[in-house]
């Protein structure tokens, strides 16, 4: 069955966080001490700064889910890191590299507020997602900036280069050794009807809310601990979170991919809980085809590809037609219906016709402007 990565699925493999901001201002996405250029093979340690909105969510002292700085008040992560909205004992460490020893770049806020989105389903794991309000705002520096969100209107294809961050278990049951230093995975983006189709066989509904990324061969995922955590996906010089870490069969199994809560479909709803200083939306556009949507499956509804063109019902323009004029008849009484355009324009004032004109359309006459003194 499925599970959840919170106090335990992180990473399988390891991920990775993407870059902040350096001001208070929404400069959002830059991590100047990240050098990773495109790829790299299996998890490992990240380097100290690469990721600086990753949030290490903490009680009692002990790590149980990852987060993502938005702005300097808020953190984004998962709605099933809260089974409860008691903020007692939550701390929120920033600019953390190790779970043991000291950080010299940390600072830790405790939460005022848990916002977990309303339709959060705890059975089908749909909306996924909760917005954590810090004490007191945190100063940008280069190891604590926030990241930014992908916009309603971002793409991610099958096979988006992806990166996920945390400090999650390194395999299921399997704890990250001594000192806990922060994960970081590279995974692809496996596309939502690819996903359908793979999670279908356990009776796992994937929603247009939800985004899954992963090898086929496994290997490489989050895992127990790594829940709230954030995917990001590199866009010019911008990091952009398309997904917060949320469920999986096991962690890297072949064929199950990671799920995460998709970002971009939460966008309205993040903005009408944070009214000031809101997060950086940033729209992330794949490139090419998408090759995902020729998968198929039992149970998963056909694309058909469709032009639709927007067409207004009219009446037919039938004019100059004169059905009882069979000849031009000059200077002489007319047959009724031969000129059946003709108008008489009449004056309410004194009852009597003073002008002619022109029947030009359904609710039109055409006549001269010396007929109108006023």
Not at 127 to 146: A, E, H, K, M, Q
Not at 158 to 176: K, M, N
Not at 287 to 316: E, F, H, R, W, Y
Request: hydrophobic share 35%; aromatic share 8%; proline share 4%.
């Amino acid at each position: 069955m499925a599970s959840t990565r919170g106090a335990i699925r992180v990473l399988t493999a390891v991920f990775l966080l993407a870059r902040g901001c350096l001001s208070q201002l929404n400069v959002c996405g830059q991590a100047p001490l990240n050098t990773h250029n495109t790829r790299i093979v299996g998890g490992q340690n990240a380097p100290a700064g690469a990721w600086p909105w990753q949030a290490s969510l903490t009680r009692s002292g002990f790590h149980f889910c990852g987060g993502s700085l938005i702005n300097k008040d808020w953190v984004l992560t998962a709605a099933h890191c809260f089974p409860s909205t008691s903020t007692s004992g939550l701390v929120i460490f920033l600019g953390r590299q190790t779970q043991e020893g000291s950080n010299a770049n940390e600072v830790s806020r405790t939460v005022t507020q848990i916002i977990k989105h309303p339709n959060y389903d705890d059975t089908t794991n749909d909306n996924d997602i909760t917005l954590l309000r810090l004490s007191s705002s945190v100063t940008f520096t280069n190891y604590i900036r926030p990241v930014c969100l992908a916009a309603a209107s971002s793409t991610f294809n099958r096979g988006t280069d992806s990166w996920v961050t945390g400090w999650g278990t390194i395999r299921s049951g399997v704890p990250l050794p001594s000192p806990q230093t922060l994960q970081e995975v590279e995974v692809p983006v496996v596309g939502n009807r690819n996903c359908f189709c793979k999670y279908s066989v356990q009776n796992i509904g994937i929603t247009n809310n939800m985004v899954c990324a992963g090898r086929d061969e496994g290997g490489k995922d989050s895992c127990q601990g790594d829940s709230g955590g954030p995917m990001v996906s590199k866009q010019n010089n911008t990091w952009v979170q398309s997904g917060v870490v949320s469920f999986g069969i096991g962690c890297a199994l072949a064929e199950f991919p990671g799920v995460y809560a998709r970002v971009s479909q939460f966008e309205s709803w993040i903005n009408a809980q944070i009214t000031s200083n809101q997060p950086g939306f940033v729209t992330f556009t794949s490139s090419g085809s998408d090759s995902d949507l020729t998968a198929t499956c039992a149970g998963l509804s056909a694309i058909t590809t469709t032009t639709t063109i927007a067409t207004t019902t009219v009446a037919p323009v039938v004019c100059g037609r004169a059905a009882l004029n069979s000849r031009l008849i000059g200077g002489s009484d007319v047959v009724a219906g031969v000129w059946p355009w003709m108008a008489s324009l009449h004056s309410t004032e004194r009852g009597a016709h003073v002008c002619g004109g022109t029947l030009v359309g359904e609710d039109l006459v055409l006549t001269s402007a010396n007929c109108f003194s006023r």
